[in-house]
């Protein structure tokens, strides 16, 4: 049996920019993407704590040591510069393979920095 289980979670992030112009996506600090053990076109789901919003869409690699957290496209929409942020995915596994994974969590500090 396959089930889906948290893979990797950014942990209370802040937007620091909203792109409506863009043709989608969530824009990611590389340092951040690596230590997050996310990659470039990942399917993410954010989670906005100010105004509940969830939302689906995929990463794009932000210049490094940058703090990017940008919302493009519709999704910026969804949020706004300053908002809370958990950037969250997902991968699938075998049942008993998933009891033993340990999932990649960090938690940035002010300016998105690790």
Do not use: W
């Amino acid at each position: 049996m396959q089930i889906e289980i948290l893979k990797s979670k950014i942990h209370r992030a802040v937007i620091t920019e909203a792109n409506l112009n863009y043709v989608g996506s969530l824009t990611i600090d590389e340092a951040l993407m690596e230590a997050a053990n996310l990659i470039e076109n990942e399917k993410i789901q954010v989670v906005n704590a100010n105004n509940g919003e969830r939302i689906e869409t995929y990463i794009i690699k932000g210049k490094r040591d940058s703090g990017v957290i940008c919302l493009n496209g519709p999704a910026a929409r969804k949020g706004a510069v300053g908002d809370v942020v958990v950037i969250i995915s997902y991968a699938q596994m075998d049942f008993e393979e998933a009891k033993k994974f340990k999932p990649t969590i960090i938690f940035p500090r002010e300016g998105n920095k690790l």
